[in-house]
């Protein structure tokens, strides 16, 4: 069965600052990666998603992330944060078995930025 | 262009009493999603129907059931609503034919059980 481990709950980070929420994931089949951005009181975005090919894959508002297999991560990063990133962030995986799609989320990292 | 639309958006109810969350889809989408969303949790997946006419019990499904009344509109029922189910619940939809195009959600019913 799939999981998915997001360490830090809470990540707070100066404005300007960069920033690096970690996501790493647990598999025995081929994976899709996907991270959703949820703003207080609002359901979740879709901010960015690996399906296969380059494992730099980049996202809506500055964020990217990079997939590692061999360490089977999916670390998102932003290299300088806004006030307005200020959001709880969630790692997913989908396990690639044809038909089916259903995503495990991690219990999400809250990020604080400090002006 | 509405997307997956959720209702009510806020409810409280009493212990023992029953309620239906609605949700319905515009994007002709096959599979559709019920999570309870709590705090240090995560989500976590109460029902699913990958497709029209089928439905299939998630990580957390006591205590809910489920009707996928068309390819729109899969509603969630509590019969006898407990303080443990006070939470937000999020609709979710998608093509669900494994092309990773993900998830798109439903915007929440905040649910208080007193």
């Not at chain 1, 006030?83 to 495990?104: H, M, P, Q």
Request: charge should be neutral; glycine fraction near 10%.
């Amino acid at each position: 069965a799939q999981s998915v481990t997001q360490l830090d709950s809470q990540v707070p980070v100066f404005e300007e600052a960069p920033v690096e929420l970690r996501c790493n994931y647990s598999s025995s089949v081929s994976v899709y990666l996907f991270w959703y951005v949820q703003y207080p009181n609002q359901g979740l975005q879709l901010l960015l998603k690996y399906l296969s090919g380059s494992t730099l894959v980049k996202g809506i508002n500055g964020f990217e992330a990079e997939f590692n297999k061999s360490q089977t991560s999916f670390h998102l990063r932003k290299p300088s944060v806004h006030i307005s990133d200020t959001a709880e962030y969630f790692c997913a995986v989908s396990e690639i078995r044809g038909g089916n799609e259903k995503l495990t989320f991690g219990t999400g990292t809250r990020l604080t930025i400090i002006p | 262009n509405a997307g997956v639309t959720q209702t009510p958006k806020f409810q409280v109810l009493k212990t023992g009493q029953s309620m239906t969350l609605q949700c319905a889809q515009d994007m002709n989408h096959n599979s559709m999603y019920w999570y309870r969303q709590d705090p240090g949790m995560g989500l976590r997946l109460i029902y699913y129907s990958a497709s029209e006419g089928t439905t299939d019990k998630g990580e957390v499904p006591n205590g809910y059931n489920v009707s996928r009344l068309n390819k729109r509109e899969f509603s969630l029922r509590l019969e006898s609503a407990a303080p443990s189910q006070t939470s937000v619940y999020f609709c979710a939809s998608s093509e669900g034919r494994g092309l990773g195009y993900g998830y798109t959600f439903g915007s929440g019913t905040r649910l208080t059980v007193v």
